[in-house]
């Protein structure tokens, strides 16, 4: 048999952990056209020793490993992971691979920065304090820097990622106050896992949506988190998710208090300056907002603002695809950085529509 780096050539080998779920598989379709990636491991805990095509038909044919427990996995054959497990399982895991790979983490295990704050909302002591402090927020746009020169990355939550888009250029130019801001925000199933869950089951989700972690999602503090650090002082937010009928896809819609004398027009020129230069990240025209079909399976996110007709009030509208730009297609596009890529390879197809 060949050896995993003939395979492969000069090609990045890359391992996925949790490779039989959403956002595992996500990241193999992503990168199986990733011009310089090979994927070299794939893991599962309950599939493993299963070939991918028998737990993911649409992923037959491309002569994928097949999957593996964790601990069988062969380090010697990869050069980079991303890390798609359950919140809480990844700590341990993490902190025990090889020091020398670099890893994009997918979960929420090290995406707070304060130790003290993760138990208070995750329920469990932090498990790796002292990694803690040497990984990079990967919300792409605003942390290229701390990305480059990391070796382990913590993707963003999708919640975080959708809002923090708008909201945070506004707060740095201080267009918009810190306090009173709303996040009403709906996901797709897709953005549960694949894990087996009565609440996800076709009779619970289809003909009607529901909210849930009212008051208490641990999206919440993610958020606040980094729009402290955008405005300089703690902020709160109201954030409430729902549950809608569809596959895959986000919106956030957000009510904002504007500073005195900013309109709605001044925010979306705020953004689209911002934005400008970004490939990822896309601003409507006025009178328009965007639909999640307008960023279906491609990692954009769009928004759109609209002035309230309440005193100051403007209300935005953000777009992304929970599993690409909410999850593997930011990861991507956090290890292209990591590896000195240009930003957009593998991922810059146009989105799915309708
Ligand atoms: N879905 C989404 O839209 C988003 C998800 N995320 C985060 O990404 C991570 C993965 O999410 P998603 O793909 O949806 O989850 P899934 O439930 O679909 O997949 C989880 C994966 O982890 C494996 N796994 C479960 N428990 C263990 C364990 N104890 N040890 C090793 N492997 C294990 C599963 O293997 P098996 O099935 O074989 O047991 C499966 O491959 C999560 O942390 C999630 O919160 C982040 C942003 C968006
Ligand atoms: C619809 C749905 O259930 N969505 C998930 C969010 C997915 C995600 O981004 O969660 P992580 O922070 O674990 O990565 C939830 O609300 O928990």
Redesign the pocket.
Known sequence: MASISSISGSKIRVGI??????????LVRMLLRHPNVAITAL??????GKPMAE?FPHLGGYGLPD?V??DDLKWDGVDFVF?????G??QE?VSGLPSGLKVV?????FRLTDPVEYATWYGHEHRAVDLQKEVAYGLTEFNRQGVRKARVVA????YP?CSLLPLLPLLMDGLIEPGGIIIDAK??V??????AKQANLFAEVSEGFNAYGVGHHRHMPEIEQELRLAAGRPVTVSFTPHLVPMN?G?MATIYVRMADGITADDLRATLAKRYADEPFVGVTPAGVVPATRHVRASNHCLMGVVADRTPRGAIIVSVID??VK???GQAIQNMNVMLGLDETTGINQAPLFP
């Not at 890390?83 to 919140?87: I, N, Q, S, T, V």
């Not at 897709?190 to 894990?195: E, H, I, L, M, Q």
């Open positions: 952990l949790g490779a039989s779920g959403y956002t595992g598989a996500e893991t599962a805990e309950r599939q493993a737990v999957l427990k964790i890390c798609a497990l359950p919140h399982t990844t895991v983490d997918l979960s929420a295990d993707n963003p939550g999708c990622t996901s797709g897709s953005g549960a896992g694949r894990d895959r986000m929970n599993l909410g999850a593997s």
